[in-house]
């Protein structure tokens, strides 16, 4: 049985591989990842480019563990040299878009909710959902499809991550901001410089210490990535644009990060948007527990996937390497995707079975 879904992961892996899957464009992989299901009995429901399914004795009465994973990709590295959309299988690994990142976490993920699907006596339900846009923080992807499950009680989302857990991941707010000055001629003592004023607030963004420390993620981090002024070399700017992108730890919310630098700076303040969350896990959570009995180390990841869309506890957990992930030449190692479900089934096991 564990043989049979190994070897359909991979060919699964494969077949999406060779299908161009670009955020907002997932329609084929869509359809495949369907059929795929619906070829193996699950009754499955679809939703612009998101397909989910839940266990075939799903009680209401018990709770439910989210499986969760991408099916977008970025767009191919200009640095490749092999086919971005040939599944080339060589010493061992399986080379194509997608493959890493997360395309081997998904079908890992597919394979393991398979294992579980015609159990009759789970402690949980489990619900599948292969989505769409997370590339891009889309909103029709987890986003949509997550409101639709009904009550989720904790969840894996596959990312490449060597099978160890991220049981903190920073959110991410992207703020832009305007410094007002005033119009006036170069040469001249006129109007109040705008950068002036930008500078004097990028000088705070680039100072600031937030007080509270994650233990999983360090410091807050605060970076200007953007900045545009002026338009002819003699008139002073009346206005000067940037952009601050902001790491969040799971010791700040959003909102209250907002408010600190809104307080503090001169500029006018306009986040983008304050939906993309940290996320935190109790380290005493039995999944945690489990996936540490079967060899996973915890870290913090600096970086934001769909785990930031999930309001209830959750890891990020998958087979791969995250190192390789949008790299020309992207691979994933077989013996990963093999490990990674069985690794997956041994954890899950721990928790829903009587």
């Not at 299901?37 to 075939?56: C, D, P, Q, Y």
Request: glycine share 6%; with cysteine; proline share 5%.
């Amino acid at each position: 049985m564990l043989q049979t879904l190994q070897k359909d992961a991979i060919e699964l892996l494969k077949t999406l591989i060779k299908t161009e899957s670009f955020s907002k464009e997932e329609h084929n992989t869509a359809e495949i990842l369907n059929t795929f299901l619906v070829e193996r009995g699950v009754e499955t429901i679809r939703e612009k480019n998101n397909v989910w399914a839940f266990n075939k004795h799903f009680d209401k009465n018990k709770p439910t563990i989210l499986l969760n994973s991408h099916h977008d990709t970025v767009k191919p590295n200009p640095g490749y040299t092999n086919d971005p959309f040939e599944p080339i299988v060589k010493d061992g690994k399986l080379f194509g878009l997608g493959s890493n990142d997360a395309g081997g976490c998904l079908v890992s993920l597919i394979a393991t909710f398979l294992h579980f699907y015609n159990e009759t006596n789970l402690k949980y339900n489990f619900c599948i959902a292969a989505t769409a846009e997370e590339e891009i923080s889309g909103f029709d992807g987890l986003e949509l499809v997550y409101p639709k499950l009904g009550p989720i009680d904790f969840a894996i989302v596959g990312e490449p991550t060597l099978m160890d857990i991220a049981v903190a991941e920073k959110g991410l707010m992207v703020v832009d901001c305007v410094a007002i000055g005033k119009a006036g001629h170069a040469a001249r003592e006129e109007g109040e410089n705008a950068i002036y004023i930008a500078l004097k607030d990028i000088e705070w963004i680039r100072n600031y210490k937030f007080e509270r420390v994650s233990p999983h993620l360090g410091p807050m981090k605060m970076s200007v990535t953007i900045i545009n002024a002026g338009y002819q070399h003699n008139v002073v700017p009346e206005k000067c644009h940037f952009t601050i992108d902001v790491r969040i730890t799971e010791e700040y919310k959003n909102e209250e990060v907002l408010k600190i630098i809104d307080d503090n700076i001169q500029s006018e303040v306009n986040p983008r948007s304050v939906r993309l969350r940290p996320s935190f896990i109790d380290p005493n959570h039995e999944l945690v527990h489990a996936a540490i009995k079967h060899g996973a180390k915890t870290y913090g990841s600096p970086t934001t996937s769909d785990q930031a869309l999930i309001p209830v506890p959750s890891v990020k957990m998958g087979p791969g390497n995250s190192a390789r992930s949008h790299t020309a030449n992207e691979f994933i190692w077989l013996i990963e995707i093999e490990e990674g479900i069985e690794k997956y089934i041994k954890v899950l096991s721990e928790i829903v079975l009587a």
